[in-house]
């Protein structure tokens, strides 16, 4: 496998009681589900049944109750199959990402999930936002900046670093003028 894969996002706002869009002109593809709003679990079920017959290989979900997605879009891939055996090249990979933030699932999605399971790339990515309000713009922003996060990472901690090591260098300059200062306290009490 070669170098980076450059994932295409793409954005779509869906919500409890709208119509799905068509979405499988993207297959495969690969999508992080953004939970913004409250639904009921057999709209859940109908949207995970949507992600895999639309085309999703990867589906990573971030927001409150996100781990129940990895469950729905498992049990939406196997259902699909006789004794709920499915075959390699239709196997749909999960993740949930409740405890981090969405630039970190963001950046999950383009460093980690680039290929499904049996290796066909997922260069498109589909964020999937499950809200009333309109956030294309921030979501394909965040998704964009999402790409510099492990050296952003890198460099805070080369900063903490250096800044440990400076305080260090105080803490060792004023134990040494506390130590002399004891010194010459101590040689001009004995006199």
């Not at 260090?168 to 010194?183: D, F, K, P, S, T």
Request: with cysteine.
């Amino acid at each position: 496998m070669g170098g980076l894969i450059v994932s295409r996002p793409h954005y779509v706002r869906i919500a409890p009681g709208k119509k799905l869009p068509d979405i499988s002109s993207l297959a495969p593809f690969k999508a992080v589900v953004v939970l913004d709003t409250t639904y009921e679990p057999t709209w859940q079920d109908e949207v995970s049944q949507w992600l895999v017959g639309s085309g999703c290989f990867y589906m990573m979900a971030w927001g409150p109750d996100c781990s129940s997605w990895d469950d729905s879009v498992d049990y939406a891939d196997m259902t699909r199959f006789p004794n709920y055996e499915i075959p390699d090249d239709k196997f749909v990979m999960t993740t949930w990402h409740d405890d981090e933030p969405l630039e970190e699932a963001f950046w999950y999605s383009q460093f980690c999930a680039n290929f499904s399971y049996n290796d066909v790339e997922l260069i498109d990515a589909v964020i999937v936002h499950v809200g009333s309000e309109n956030r294309e713009a921030e979501l394909l922003s965040l998704f964009e900046q999402s790409k510099t996060l492990a050296d952003r990472e890198d460099d805070e901690d080369e900063a903490q670093e250096t800044f440990d090591w400076k305080e260090g260098l105080v803490v060792i300059r004023v134990a040494i003028a506390l130590a002399i200062a004891i010194a010459i306290s101590l040689y001009f009490t004995r006199r």
